[in-house]
């Protein structure tokens, strides 16, 4: 069965790292990219980062570039991993964490939500100052 399951969230403090992972379920994703968004209640989901199918090819938001480092394992032919390790953590970073799949032929449009037609249940990340 085809999925994303986010995992690796939690409450951390100002300064902190975390690293939350998302492995995507199916062979179906092998040619998929995979990206982060994240969004907190009341607003529009904000692009992270994302990685072309075999992660040679990274995007992020200049906000986050330096901070935030994305990855991707795509050893295991039945299954994609992707990591977002994200260092020096700020109460503004508090926000669900949604994983994403976009199919082949996104080409410029990574960083816009619709261009991604498979999505994770979300994961909270919490800073606390």
């Known amino acids: 069965q085809e999925q994303l399951v986010e995992s690796g969230g939690g409450l951390v403090q100002a300064g902190d790292s975390l690293r939350v992972s998302c492995v995507a379920y199916?062979?179906?994703?092998?040619?998929?990219?995979l990206g982060w968004f994240r969004q907190v209640a009341g607003e529009e989901r904000e692009f992270v980062a994302a990685a072309n199918w075999n992660g040679a090819n990274l995007y992020y938001t200049d906000s986050m570039k330096g901070r935030f480092t994305i990855s991707r394992d795509n050893s295991d032919n039945a299954k994609n991993t992707v990591i977002l390790q994200m260092n020096s953590l700020k109460p503004e970073d508090t926000a669900v964490y949604y994983c994403?799949?976009?199919?082949?032929?996104?080409?410029?449009?990574?960083?816009?939500?619709?261009?991604?037609?498979?999505w994770g249940q979300g994961i909270q990340v919490t800073v606390s100052s």
């Open positions: 994403a799949a976009a199919a082949p032929g996104y080409g410029d449009m990574w960083s816009l939500p619709e261009t991604y037609d498979h």
């Open positions: 199916g062979r179906t994703f092998n040619r998929y990219a």
